[in-house]
């Protein structure tokens, strides 16, 4: 199991090779060597553990862990299709923070409940420029692809207990690879890069080059961009990543709030069956909004696919629009109640369909760092023209960040 740790680490440390380049430069010959700074070491229950040595070293180290209780049932399912489990959904340790300077970023994020790689992030990040109005910045490793909305937010930030079908099948896969990241005003975030493999977990394409431990098989790369941005400010807060992004108006936000996005991604990749020799090319489009005011929260976005070879092309498509109300903290209480709705529609042309409609019961009791989330979706899966298995599922979680 832990034969692709080692692979999953190459790559962000080879990128510090021409990082170092940056971190050298600002140093200048013969300098005396600066004079060590004193730690500062706090701990906050939900942001976890901080050492804080300056400009020079910073290191969070934070976890967060879900245990969920699964219950899938209809009449439509067969025996090996409805389930009742305890799970440990996620349990997931991780270190980030910048190093020499302020400008050089790192992450390293293990996943410990993982069957194959335990690996999720291992990154470098250099921002290369960087002022009061834009942070422009190269990062390579192993990261988020930043194709979609609900993908790019921590799984620790849903407002629902999981992501949704859409993004389950057309996005919600890290890879290794390049990318460029730009910040401008805290108001337009963009990303542009080129990376191993394809960002569809579900790999509607049917080919190699899909997941996070995947190496490229030949000289086609992947390439990714996107961007969002935010009409009436930030909508992330403290300028940070849409890797930070929380779903939901815990908050309640006194003035509007929202962001409108757009992703593209193109590659070619091969084949799984026969003919094995065959290329796939294809292309993914993404829309995607957010919105918060007074509690209320709305999110929307879509995928468009295509998928082209000499044996067949394929078309597919899926799309989901949630909504959610979080109640203001009562007195001295820290709970905050909270209700969505949503639907969701996966269409993959050639079948097979699914659409959920969900609604959740969410318990904030210090907001996302500890929560109880109940939600029921009822699920309509169209297996062939002929076969329609239609489910419940029912889901019951418990999360905790330290």
Not at 42 to 51: C, H, M, R
Request: a negative charge; proline letters at 4%.
């Amino acid at each position: 199991m832990l034969n692709p740790l080692p692979r999953a680490v190459v790559s962000p440390l080879c990128a510090g090779v021409f990082l170092c380049a940056a971190i050298v430069g600002q140093s200048e010959p013969g300098a005396a060597p600066a004079t060590p700074q004193q730690s500062n070491v706090s701990y906050k229950p939900g942001a976890g553990l901080t050492i804080d040595n300056g400009d020079e070293f910073k290191m969070v180290f934070v976890t967060y862990a879900q245990f969920q209780y699964l219950d899938a049932f209809g009449s439509d399912l067969p025996p090996d299709q409805a389930v009742s489990d305890f799970l440990v959904r996620r349990v997931r340790p991780g270190f980030s923070g910048y190093i020499f300077n302020r400008d050089l970023l790192y992450a390293l994020r293990v996943e410990l409940t993982a069957t194959n790689s335990i690996v999720k992030d291992a990154w470098t990040q250099w921002n290369f420029a960087h002022d009061a109005d834009k942070t422009i910045g190269v990062r390579a490793g192993q990261s988020k692809t930043f194709h979609g909305l609900e993908p790019t937010e921590t799984d620790a930030g849903l407002f629902f207990v999981d992501r949704t079908v859409v993004t389950n099948t057309f996005s919600d896969v890290r890879s290794r690879g390049v990318w460029l990241q730009g910040n401008h005003g805290n108001m337009l975030r963009w990303t542009a890069g080129a990376q191993n493999g394809d960002v569809a977990s579900k790999n509607p394409a049917r080919i190699i080059e899909v997941g996070e431990i995947v190496d490229n098989p030949d000289s086609d790369m992947h390439y990714v961009a996107s961007f969002n941005f935010d009409p009436f400010g930030d909508y992330v807060g403290n300028g940070a990543s849409y890797e930070s992004f929380r779903a939901g108006d815990l908050d309640c936000a006194k003035e509007l709030r929202g962001t409108i996005g757009a992703g593209l991604t193109r590659g070619r990749g091969t084949r799984l069956q026969a003919p094995s020799d065959i290329d796939v090319q294809s292309t993914s489009l993404n829309l995607n909004t957010s919105w918060k005011l007074l509690g209320l929260y709305l999110q929307a976005e879509a995928y468009f696919r295509v998928d082209d070879s000499s044996v067949g092309n394929r078309n597919s498509s899926g799309s989901y629009a949630e909504a959610g109300y979080v109640m203001a903290k009562s007195g001295n209480s820290d709970v905050q109640l909270g209700f969505g709705l949503r639907i969701a529609d996966v269409d993959l042309g050639q079948g097979p369909d699914t659409r959920d409609y969900t609604a959740v019961f969410d318990v904030f009791i210090r907001g996302h760092a500890l929560k109880a989330q109940l939600d029921y979706t009822r699920r309509e899966f169209e297996k062939d023209v002929a076969t329609s298995l239609d489910s419940n599922i029912v889901r019951l979680q418990f999360q905790i960040i330290f």
